[in-house]
């Protein structure tokens, strides 16, 4: 998928490529462009090459082909150090043999910022990240979350204009990391700073980016705003990677008047939006979120689209109760509902109707 150009981005690839053996590309063909401040995440599965796509934009891979622009210049042919860039990585780096204050002069004495400059930015950097008592530690008398803290601080030390980060929270509990991705998306925010964030995970992804570019083998399948991606998935890679997705499998039998008719497998007929089908007779992958479906069509009006389901498994989340049905043929269908008192435990084995909107459900592309 190709980003349309943008002579004013900060940050661009330009038909960039990469490959390892000559042979392979990781990375196909790459048109991407960021403007100043975003906070954008690459977000794929292991080898889509969103890893690669960060390691060339930091100097430390080179493009087999294109050209890498920051701030409107190339910079393929500039070392790391010389790229102004500040990088948090998952193992934080940090050495071990320094203090916390150290460990953030580091980078500014590389720069040759005289004492009291690097005294005082050492200071406002430790503020920022709520360590600043910490300067005489070492990383080995720190927790795991400290310690990202510090390498986020260092990170941003010498006030670059862009930080990439590569999956930085991936080490942490669950409750520490959503804590620091409220932590770092504020304080991006707050210094107006560019971040090229790295990750698999899709819960960071959402909540954390401006713009989400979903990778898969070697190219952006959809680059979107999250809640664009969620809800309008192109195609049924993008589908099934974010979120939880019910997907029952069909063909197109009509497209008219911006719906599709579509006859599932099992001899079901049900309308859905056509995405990226074009044809009576083309294989489809029907796309619904859980959220989306109803048990029963009272709260859904004249338009909702039926189906009859049977209670396979109910299973109380706290705030959701999530049920699995056996839908058309597949016993894998999910919906959620919320905990609420007029919500009924659904048992199983119980006979149910299910309904969604037209415009809820998407045909996509067969897998």
Same mark, same amino acid.
């Given at each position: 998928?190709?980003?349309?150009?943008?002579?004013?981005?900060?940050?661009?690839?330009?038909?960039?490529?990469?490959?390892?053996?000559?042979?392979?590309?990781?990375?196909?063909?790459?048109?991407?462009?960021?403007?100043?401040?975003?906070?954008?995440?690459?977000?794929?599965?292991?080898?889509?090459?969103?890893?690669?796509?960060?390691?060339?934009?930091?100097?430390?891979?080179?493009?087999?082909?294109?050209?890498?622009?920051?701030?409107?210049?190339?910079?393929?042919?500039?070392?790391?150090?010389?790229?102004?860039?500040?990088?948090?990585?998952?193992?934080?780096?940090?050495?071990?043999?320094?203090?916390?204050?150290?460990?953030?002069?580091?980078?500014?004495?590389?720069?040759?910022?005289?004492?009291?400059?690097?005294?005082?930015?050492?200071?406002?950097?430790?503020?920022?990240?709520?360590?600043?008592?910490?300067?005489?530690?070492?990383?080995?008398?720190?927790?795991?979350?400290?310690?990202?803290?510090?390498?986020?601080?260092?990170?941003?030390?010498?006030?670059?204009?862009?930080?990439?980060?590569?999956?930085?929270?991936?080490?942490?509990?669950?409750?520490?990391?959503?804590?620091?991705?409220?932590?770092?998306?504020?304080?991006?925010?707050?210094?107006?700073?560019?971040?090229?964030?790295?990750?698999?995970?899709?819960?960071?992804?959402?909540?954390?980016?401006?713009? /989400? #570019?979903?990778? =898969? *083998?070697?190219? +952006?399948?959809?680059?979107?705003?999250? !809640?664009?991606?969620?809800?309008? &998935?192109?195609?049924?890679?993008?589908?099934?990677?974010?979120?939880?997705?019910?997907?029952?499998?069909?063909?197109?039998?009509?497209?008219?008047?911006?719906?599709?008719?579509?006859?599932?497998?099992?001899?079901?007929?049900?309308?859905?939006?056509?995405?990226?089908?074009?044809?009576?007779?083309?294989?489809?992958?029907?796309?619904?979120?859980?959220?989306?479906?109803?048990?029963?069509?009272?709260?859904?009006?004249?338009?909702?689209?039926?189906?009859?389901?049977?209670?396979?498994?109910?299973?109380?989340?706290?705030?959701?109760?999530?049920?699995?049905?056996? /839908? #058309?043929?597949? =016993? *894998?269908?999910? +919906?959620?509902?919320?905990?609420?008192? !007029?919500?009924?435990?659904?048992? &199983?084995?119980?006979?149910?109707?299910?309904?969604?909107?037209?415009?809820?459900?998407?045909?996509?592309?067969?897998?």
């Amino acid at each position: 998928m190709a980003d349309t150009g943008n002579s004013d981005a900060f940050v661009a690839f330009e038909r960039v490529q990469k490959s390892y053996d000559g042979e392979t590309l990781v990375v196909k063909d790459l048109n991407l462009s960021m403007p100043k401040g975003e906070f954008l995440t690459m977000l794929g599965p292991s080898g889509s090459g969103k890893t690669t796509c960060l390691m060339m934009l930091a100097g430390f891979e080179t493009a087999t082909h294109g050209e890498i622009k920051l701030n409107g210049k190339p910079i393929n042919n500039i070392p790391p150090h010389k790229r102004g860039i500040g990088m948090v990585f998952q193992n934080y780096a940090l050495f071990p043999h320094m203090t916390v204050a150290e460990n953030l002069s580091f980078p500014l004495e590389v720069r040759k910022i005289g004492k009291s400059d690097r005294e005082a930015k050492i200071k406002r950097a430790l503020d920022m990240v709520q360590m600043g008592d910490f300067g005489g530690r070492r990383p080995a008398q720190l927790s795991g979350g400290q310690q990202q803290r510090i390498a986020l601080a260092r990170a941003l030390v010498f006030e670059p204009e862009l930080v990439l980060m590569d999956e930085p929270l991936g080490a942490l509990d669950k409750q520490l990391r959503e804590h620091m991705q409220f932590e770092i998306t504020n304080l991006a925010h707050e210094l107006g700073i560019t971040v090229v964030y790295v990750t698999h995970d899709q819960t960071e992804a959402l909540t954390m980016s401006d713009r /989400v #570019a979903v990778f =898969d *083998d070697g190219k +952006i399948q959809q680059l979107a705003e999250p !809640d664009v991606l969620y809800e309008s &998935p192109d195609n049924s890679f993008v589908a099934q990677f974010i979120g939880e997705n019910n997907t029952l499998e069909g063909t197109i039998k009509e497209i008219k008047d911006g719906l599709a008719l579509v006859e599932l497998d099992d001899g079901e007929v049900i309308d859905a939006k056509p995405v990226n089908v074009n044809k009576p007779g083309e294989r489809t992958l029907i796309s619904i979120r859980p959220e989306r479906v109803e048990v029963g069509t009272e709260r859904l009006g004249p338009d909702a689209h039926t189906l009859k389901a049977e209670v396979a498994e109910f299973i109380y989340m706290g705030d959701v109760f999530r049920t699995r049905l056996k /839908v #058309a043929g597949k =016993d *894998d269908f999910i +919906i959620k509902t919320r905990n609420s008192a !007029d919500q009924r435990r659904l048992q &199983p084995g119980e006979q149910v109707e299910i309904g969604w909107l037209p415009e809820d459900c998407r045909a996509l592309d067969a897998v």
